[in-house]
């Protein structure tokens, strides 16, 4: 079963809102007629295409005349061995009045920082990191919301060529454990508290407990939130943001250019099957890859206004904040998603004239529950592009963006990983977009679908891969110092080969349709199935929130076939009866085939996730074989695993 392919699209670009755009303007520039000339040249000539991207972008640096040794290598192949460059450098090259940043914290707490005010704040920062110690290599760490302070944290590290890691409040001590234990930061930089469907939730006592597990820890920064001057006794050599000293306004950043691929984040794998992977990514990839897809895919321009909903747990903070170097100003958002009768989003692209507005594919599945209709309710001429990405957006999503928010508008469904902190496949405003389908390959990724005897195949469903290397490919795991873990991460299915681990298709349209991760795929009978062809026709149903697919060893412990068990939640105070039961399956059936429809259909009270919101398919299909969940810590709602447990449905 694969989606229906249309073949009319739902948005064309007009031929001005295409001549307008800095995709068109590198097509000019590079005699390529088309996107998939471009892309083919793209990936054809890796080393003139990201020379091109430095140049074409403005990439603030020392380039070098060399650009890419042993291309031949993945891992190994090295790219621009002679340049020197600053990824905080790039970010902060505007130092005037307008807004670098907007903050609104739910409906609690609204900022302004300008771009003088923001390098200010920065060169107050990286002071203090001076005087505590910190240099090229050491590691600060961020347990923070989505706050001005983060930002500034950030910058003022990397600009000295230190390593930054974040993570969100909500985490739990030892899911920070987890993440920070390996890497052994030298400051670390907290938050009182914060806002969450308009109630405080105090922080200083998780913050306590983590400080006094990290022996590597010089200083604690407190950042107050919800009290104006918080209570920090309880934290060893700990001090609060407004008593760092002050700088004269006219103090410069230091900005320290190191080489293209010294580290600049250790971003963590989910860790819903160990301990969360420390994966680090460099200073010249992150950078390069970001321009590209802020300038080119996204159609970020100076002065546009760039939102994304998203925790410092999650990848897409890192991407968000990379738009100051395109000269956008950043909305950032911390809270629930929900706030104000889950308008406050829309609230806030109105007020702010929001031009992208970034998002998940839940919420606008959420939205379209709730009944919203923002194209009504509020102004949002100023909005040219939508992203959604953290899961599949179903076609049903895409139809509620152009009906219910705006019919000419940009729906650029993205999708990648924290593994590149960037995307695969993601939005391009020169081509139409089709119901349902990721509009293109991104340049210079040589992206390709396999089937698994390793054969590239088209409108077929396998194996999302990319057959050549790029520069944002992580530097590597920390502490794994053979690279063995690297490797077996990405590199054992196919050799020389990014296998990436999504279910996809590559279409008529050259498009691509994301059906779920490949090690959550459904298998009965041998036909393997993906998790978001499922998805997509229960939740269709108004009775039902949300779903979960698993696939249950049918028989118990013979390991003979699967069967396909769907757990469902569903809207307060409904119960699930033998009549809705019939109708999901019907649902299903009567749209993807008898092998997609479930032998079970179980009600439970919610569905577990991850901090960034992406539902765990592998950990509940562990309590269900009644095997081990190694590490619920990286649960948002570990406690909704539970619910799974023993099902007495699922014995027969």
Not at 259 to 278: D, E, Y
Not at 419 to 444: A, H, K, M, T, W
């Amino acid at each position: 079963m694969t989606y229906q392919i249309d073949s009319q699209p739902l948005w064309q670009p007009t031929p001005a809102q295409v001549s307008a755009t800095r995709m068109a303007a590198l097509m000019g520039e590079t005699g390529q007629a088309t996107y998939a000339e471009l892309w083919q040249w793209s990936v054809d000539q890796p080393e003139a295409f990201w020379s091109k991207i430095w140049d074409f972008c403005g990439a603030v640096g020392e380039k070098g005349s060399e650009i890419l040794v042993d291309r031949d290598k993945m891992p190994g192949a090295r790219w621009f061995p002679q340049a020197r460059l600053n990824f905080a450098e790039n970010l902060l090259q505007k130092r005037d009045d307008s807004d670098a940043l907007v903050f609104w914290g739910e409906d609690k707490v609204k900022r302004r920082l300008s771009r003088a005010a923001l390098y200010t704040e920065v060169a107050r920062f990286q002071q203090f990191l001076i005087s505590a110690g910190v240099g090229e290599g050491d590691r600060v760490a961020g347990f923070l919301p989505n706050l001005p302070e983060t930002l500034v944290a950030m910058l003022a590290a990397t600009s000295l060529g230190a390593i930054w890691s974040s993570a969100s409040p909500d985490f739990g001590v030892q899911g920070v454990l987890d993440r920070f234990g390996q890497i052994e930061p030298k400051v670390l930089i907290c938050v009182d508290g914060y806002w969450y469907n308009g109630k405080p939730v105090d922080c200083l006592e998780k913050n306590a407990e983590v400080v006094a597990c990290m022996p590597s820890l010089l200083k604690t920064v407190v950042v107050p939130y919800l009290a104006t001057q918080p209570a920090i006794g309880g934290m060893a050599n700990a001090l609060c943001w407004s008593d760092l000293p002050a700088v004269d306004a006219g103090k410069s950043v230091i900005f320290n250019r190191v080489a293209f691929n010294h580290p600049l984040f250790i971003m963590f794998s989910s860790g819903t099957t160990g301990v969360p992977k420390c994966i680090v990514h460099c200073h010249g990839g992150v950078l390069l890859q970001h321009l590209k897809e802020h300038q080119l895919h996204s159609d970020v321009r100076p002065g546009d206004r760039l939102f994304y909903f998203t925790t410092c747990g999650w990848m897409m903070w890192n991407w968000l904040i990379s738009g100051l170097a395109c000269g956008a100003t950043l909305l950032l958002y911390d809270g629930s998603p929900f706030a104000a009768k889950g308008k406050v989003l829309f609230d806030y692209a109105e007020a702010e004239q929001m031009t992208h507005f970034g998002t998940s594919a839940k919420f606008i599945d959420a939205a379209a529950k709730l009944g919203l209709t923002p194209g009504k309710t509020h102004n949002l001429a100023a909005l040219r592009a939508m992203f959604s990405t953290g899961s599949p957006l179903s076609p049903e999503g895409f139809d509620w963006v152009y009906r219910e928010i705006k019919a000419d508008i940009l729906l650029a469904s993205i999708s990648g990983g924290t593994d590149i902190v960037s995307c695969f496949v993601l939005g391009n405003p020169v081509l139409p977009v089709y119901r349902g389908e990721i509009q293109c390959r991104g340049l210079g990724m040589a992206v390709d679908v396999y089937d698994d005897a390793g054969r590239p195949v088209r409108s077929e469903k396998g194996e999302l891969v990319c057959a050549k290397p790029f520069p944002v490919m992580p530097v590597g795991f920390w502490n794994d110092t053979d690279g063995s873990k690297y490797r077996a991460a990405y590199f054992e299915r196919f050799d020389n080969i990014w296998c990436h681990g999504d279910f996809s298709e590559i279409t008529a349209h050259d498009g691509v349709i994301i059906y779920g991760r490949s090690d959550a795929t459904l298998n009965p009978g041998g036909v393997r199935i993906g998790t978001a062809e499922i998805y997509r026709q229960v939740e269709q149903l108004p009775e039902i929130l949300e779903s979960l697919v698993i696939g249950q060893d049918w028989p118990p412990g013979k390991n003979d076939d699967v069967r396909v068990v769907l757990f469902v939640k569903l809207q307060e105070g409904l119960e699930l009866d033998a009549g809705l039961i019939e109708r999901v399956k019907q649902q299903i059936k009567a749209n993807t085939t008898p092998r997609h429809v479930p032998a079970k259909v179980v009600q439970v009270a919610d569905i577990p996730r991850t901090k960034s919101g992406k539902i765990v398919e592998l950990a509940v299909r562990n309590v269900v074989h009644e095997q081990p969940v190694k590490n619920v810590e990286a649960l948002a709602n570990p406690e909704a695993l539970e619910f799974f447990r023993g099902r007495a449905e699922l014995a027969d």
